[in-house]
T-cell receptor, first 111, second 118 residues
Framework: GENVEQHPSTLSVQEGDSAVIKCTYSDSASNYFPWYKQELGKGPQLIIDIRSNVGEKKDQRIAVTLNKTAKHFSLHITETQPEDSAVYFCAASIYGQNFVFGPGTRLSVLP | GAVVSQHPSRVICKSGTSVKIECRSLDFQATTMFWYRQFPKQSLMLMATSNEGSKATYEQGVEKDKFLINHASLTLSTLTVTSAHPEDSSFYIC??????????????FGQGTRLTVV
């Protein structure tokens, strides 16, 4: 089955700096890769996603890149703000079924 | 994005009793709903997948008689934790996705339910 790894497990950055979180997956059939932000005591919130027919997607300060050959995808957050502090999860899925999540990255943006 | 409402957000129950958690998709029809369990500082672990009108598919190691899932309509799925024990205390989260493949693959999450069994 699918296995998703995520690094780093914790990440601290200064406000205004960029943050990068990387994930790898094992199943080449996976074709949908969402990223979720989870704040303490709340459910995950979809922040961006990418499908296997696209190499990069951007939404304001957030971007995601996908390398299908290497089976890895990354989340990039630019101009970080304190409210970006949360736990971020990547996931891999085949057509939206059987989501497998990474272990999460705790991002702290220091003012 | 689409809205998924989960209720209650917190519940405390006595050991041996049952607790029902509701998950509703408010602005779309959810043909598939997922139930997850999350322990502190850990990732989401899929418990079961439910498709409207059919029996849920449980992940290995999840007791289907203990965690009853009903997905009777396109907007509502329920998870009932039966004969709850303290080790069932956890954060339970549902997610829902609409019909079709390809374009409609997003899954949206509820707010989660913190269950404490005393």
């Amino acid at each position: 089955g699918e296995n998703v790894e995520q690094h780093p497990s914790t990440l601290s950055v200064q406000e205004g700096d960029s943050a990068v979180i990387k994930c790898t997956y094992s199943d080449s059939a996976s074709n949908y890769f969402p990223w979720y932000k989870q704040e303490l005591g709340k459910g995950p919130q979809l922040i961006i996603d990418i499908r296997s027919n696209v190499g990069e997607k951007k939404d304001q300060r957030i971007a995601v890149t996908l390398n299908k050959t290497a089976k890895h995808f990354s989340l990039h957050i630019t101009e970080t703000q304190p409210e970006d502090s949360a736990v971020y999860f990547c996931a891999a899925s085949i057509y939206g079924q059987n989501f497998v999540f990474g272990p999460g990255t705790r991002l702290s943006v220091l003012p | 994005g689409a809205v998924v409402s989960q209720h209650p957000s917190r519940v405390i129950c006595k050991s041996g009793t049952s607790v029902k958690i509701e998950c509703r998709s408010l602005d779309f029809q959810a043909t598939t709903m997922f139930w997850y369990r999350q322990f502190p500082k850990q990732s989401l672990m899929l418990m079961a997948t439910s498709n409207e009108g059919s029996k849920a598919t449980y992940e290995q190691g999840v007791e289907k008689d203990k965690f009853l899932i009903n997905h009777a309509s396109l907007t509502l799925s329920t998870l009932t934790v039966t004969s709850a024990h303290p080790e069932d205390s956890s954060f339970y989260i549902c997610s829902a996705r609409g019909p079709g493949q390809g374009a409609n693959t997003e899954a949206f999450f509820g707010q989660g339910t913190r269950l404490t069994v005393v």
